[in-house]
């Protein structure tokens, strides 16, 4: 019995390192080939294999694709030089020219060339034509103009707020009551 249990935690530990290994090696690899960068600023397409660059690459994650765009494209153009036999003997390396890739935005947030909104434009519009209309009303009032419609407005909202406090009070009554 206690056989089993031996032979079960060792093959427990194989299967474990078996999946681990794999995702260890692609972590140093991810390492060793940014360190190299890092070090020289460029990554050296003959120093390491395929696969090592591979995982490297797919070591990058969205940070550092997003903000050390450089790397990922270093790591690129190695692979790039290895497919086209750059590290083979007897074959004289090819330079490629970088691709232009295009620009990023400055910001997620960055305006675009297109027009103002109809809608924003309508509401502006109206916001204008109001505080016209508003300052013209303080200017008349100022001089001390007062028509007798303007009268006739101003009693019929005062009015109209009145009742509309009092139907608010009598609803609010009603309310406790219950």
């Not at 079960?8 to 390192?17: C, H, I, K, P, W």
């Not at 290994?21 to 940014?34: D, G, H, I, K």
């Not at 400055?106 to 909104?117: I, L, M």
């Not at 001089?143 to 608010?168: I, K, N, V």
Request: net charge positive; proline share 7%.
């Amino acid at each position: 019995m206690r056989k089993r249990r031996v032979i079960a935690v060792v093959l427990t530990g194989v299967v474990g390192l078996s999946v681990l290994a794999p995702a260890a090696a692609a972590a140093s690899a991810y390492a060793q080939v940014l360190q190299t960068y890092q070090a020289t600023g460029t990554v050296p397409p003959c120093r390491f294999s395929g696969p090592e660059l591979a995982a490297a690459l797919r070591g990058i994650d969205t940070y550092g694709q997003q903000y050390f765009a450089d790397f990922g494209n270093a790591v690129q153009s190695a692979l790039s030089q290895r497919a086209a036999g750059a590290c083979s003997r007897g074959i004289r390396p090819v330079v490629t020219a970088a691709v232009p890739q295009a620009p990023l935005p400055a910001s997620a947030t960055s305006p675009t060339n297109a027009n103002v909104p109809l809608p924003m434009l309508l509401l502006g519009g109206l916001a204008l034509v109001v505080a016209l209309a508003g300052g013209a009303g303080v200017l008349i009032r100022s001089q001390g103009w007062d028509p007798r419609w303007a009268a006739a407005w101003r009693h019929a909202w005062a009015e109209t707020g009145y009742r509309m406090s009092g139907g608010l009070s009598d609803a609010a009554d009603r309310w406790r009551r219950r």
